[in-house]
């Protein structure tokens, strides 16, 4: 029974992280490629509001209006819309003072609250979104607009790349292997989850959601209950910063799955994660895979270690189970060798030496953190209830 559980729990785990990405690539190798939709013309273009929601972002703010401003995109046809979450800073004045178009300075309600009221006050017939401190391509608009023009598409997101990799945080490459799912994902069917820093929701689609849950996680696949496809668009681009280290990673990410729990969690019967009904097999194979069991991988990985010690304790361990079992120890071992973090080095260069050598097993302690966020946030919220809506920019990344 030790072995059963052990290889079940370890198979499951391999399945959704690689697994499902190979099984994924090589379906969409049999099908043809995407024929992109032909480029509109200037007075075809939809009138687009892009809305940046803001809480504490004076230092970012201008830079992000300016960002929106040099769109290529027809200004007539363009509204900027920041939304101020009861930020108590010089976030309102500085928008205002780089051009936004309509600036809501509103009671502190959260991020969600915020998007809902520059939607209520929007005219566009396409919403984009973005975060403060993320910068767009020039052509990173016409991108992402370019796929409603098939009118199945509700959602479309556009691609993030992060930058300031001189610190100990490992997300930049976890990010391009998530983003290489995405990619076959919304071949095969539509994507799972989006990301903050750009992405555009169809006027007629756009759904109010629990405000403790980031559209990301919500929009997706409760749009792809309602018959529409979300969809992933490699060539509309923008650039964030991320968290120098992946010890302040951690803390983000576990204020993150904290969250999203609350989703997760919820009650099927009221829009939860868990929910199965409305969605094609498909797509319900990928949030299985990509999102279910992603979840619950720090209950499997615990599982699967128990099960593993306990079938070496028993002596019915063959060599393959021995071997299983000390590539999840190196796995902890690697991310606890210490040092990782350290006194700065003397140099950018000597920093950037001391990095790379260490990779391996800042991947390892990146995996191991990142895992272990799930659970600390699911706790956290079993603990401390649910988290109220506010929010904050995380640290070093502005």
């Given at each position: 029974m030790a072995r059963l559980v052990f290889w079940s729990s370890a198979l499951l785990l391999a399945w959704t992280q690689a697994g499902y990405a190979v099984a994924r690539a090589l379906l969409a190798r049999r099908r043809p490629a995407p024929v992109p939709p032909p480029a509109r013309p200037a007075g075809d273009l939809?009138?687009?509001?892009?809305?940046?929601?803001?809480?504490?972002?004076?230092?970012?703010?201008?830079?992000?209006?300016?960002?929106?401003?040099?769109?290529?995109?027809?200004r007539e046809r363009l509204e900027v819309i920041v939304a101020v979450d009861g930020s108590i800073d010089a976030t309102a004045e500085?928008?205002?003072?780089?051009?936004?178009?309509?600036?809501?300075?509103?009671?502190?309600?959260?991020?969600?609250?915020?998007?809902d009221?520059?939607?209520?006050?929007?005219?566009?017939?396409?919403?984009?979104?973005?975060?403060?401190?993320?910068?767009?391509?020039?052509?990173?608009l016409r991108h992402l607009a370019a796929p409603f023009a098939d009118p199945k598409v509700g959602f479309a997101c556009g691609r993030v790349a992060f930058v300031n990799d001189a610190g100990t945080n490992q997300e930049g490459i976890y990010w391009r292997y998530e983003m290489w799912i995405r990619g076959h994902e919304s071949a095969l069917a539509s994507v799972t989850a989006g990301n903050g820093a750009i992405y555009a929701v169809r006027r007629d689609a756009?759904?109010?959601?629990?405000?403790?849950?980031?559209?990301?996680?919500?929009?997706?696949?409760?749009?792809v209950k309602r018959g529409w496809r979300a969809v992933d668009v490699p060539a509309a681009r923008a650039t964030e910063r991320m968290v120098p280290s992946v010890e302040g990673?951690?803390?983000?990410?576990?204020?993150?799955?904290?969250?999203?729990?609350?989703?997760?969690?919820?009650?099927?019967r009221a829009g939860g994660l868990l929910d199965p009904r409305g969605l094609p097999p498909r797509y319900?194979?990928?949030?299985?895979?990509?999102?279910?069991?992603?979840?619950?991988?720090?209950?499997?990985?615990?599982?699967?270690l128990t099960a593993g010690v306990a079938a070496v304790a028993g002596g019915r361990a063959s060599r393959m189970d021995r071997g299983l079992l000390a590539?999840?120890?190196?796995?902890?071992?690697?991310?606890?060798?210490?040092?990782?973090?350290?006194?700065?080095?003397?140099?950018?260069?000597g920093r950037a030496r001391?990095?790379?050598?260490?990779?391996?097993?800042?991947?390892?302690?990146?995996?191991?953190?990142?895992?272990?966020?799930?659970?600390?946030?699911?706790?956290?919220?079993?603990?401390?209830?649910?988290?109220?809506?506010?929010?904050?920019?995380?640290?070093?990344?502005?």
């Amino acid at each position: 029974m030790a072995r059963l559980v052990f290889w079940s729990s370890a198979l499951l785990l391999a399945w959704t992280q690689a697994g499902y990405a190979v099984a994924r690539a090589l379906l969409a190798r049999r099908r043809p490629a995407p024929v992109p939709p032909p480029a509109r013309p200037a007075g075809d273009l939809p009138f687009v509001s892009l809305i940046v929601a803001a809480y504490a972002e004076e230092a970012v703010i201008a830079d992000k209006v300016a960002d929106a401003l040099a769109l290529d995109w027809p200004r007539e046809r363009l509204e900027v819309i920041v939304a101020v979450d009861g930020s108590i800073d010089a976030t309102a004045e500085r928008a205002r003072a780089a051009g936004a178009d309509l600036v809501l300075e509103l009671p502190r309600g959260g991020k969600v609250r915020a998007q809902d009221a520059a939607v209520d006050r929007a005219r566009g017939a396409l919403l984009a979104f973005s975060d403060a401190n993320a910068s767009w391509s020039p052509d990173a608009l016409r991108h992402l607009a370019a796929p409603f023009a098939d009118p199945k598409v509700g959602f479309a997101c556009g691609r993030v790349a992060f930058v300031n990799d001189a610190g100990t945080n490992q997300e930049g490459i976890y990010w391009r292997y998530e983003m290489w799912i995405r990619g076959h994902e919304s071949a095969l069917a539509s994507v799972t989850a989006g990301n903050g820093a750009i992405y555009a929701v169809r006027r007629d689609a756009y759904l109010r959601s629990d405000p403790r849950v980031s559209h990301d996680l919500a929009l997706p696949f409760q749009l792809v209950k309602r018959g529409w496809r979300a969809v992933d668009v490699p060539a509309a681009r923008a650039t964030e910063r991320m968290v120098p280290s992946v010890e302040g990673e951690w803390r983000r990410k576990r204020r993150m799955m904290a969250r999203m729990w609350g989703i997760v969690a919820r009650d099927p019967r009221a829009g939860g994660l868990l929910d199965p009904r409305g969605l094609p097999p498909r797509y319900l194979l990928a949030l299985a895979s990509h999102r279910w069991l992603r979840y619950a991988s720090p209950a499997l990985h615990v599982v699967a270690l128990t099960a593993g010690v306990a079938a070496v304790a028993g002596g019915r361990a063959s060599r393959m189970d021995r071997g299983l079992l000390a590539a999840q120890l190196a796995l902890l071992t690697g991310a606890g060798v210490p040092g990782l973090s350290g006194a700065p080095a003397s140099s950018d260069r000597g920093r950037a030496r001391r990095v790379a050598r260490a990779k391996p097993f800042l991947l390892c302690r990146y995996y191991v953190l990142m895992t272990a966020s799930i659970a600390a946030g699911g706790l956290d919220r079993l603990r401390d209830g649910a988290p109220d809506a506010g929010w904050a920019p995380a640290e070093g990344t502005r």
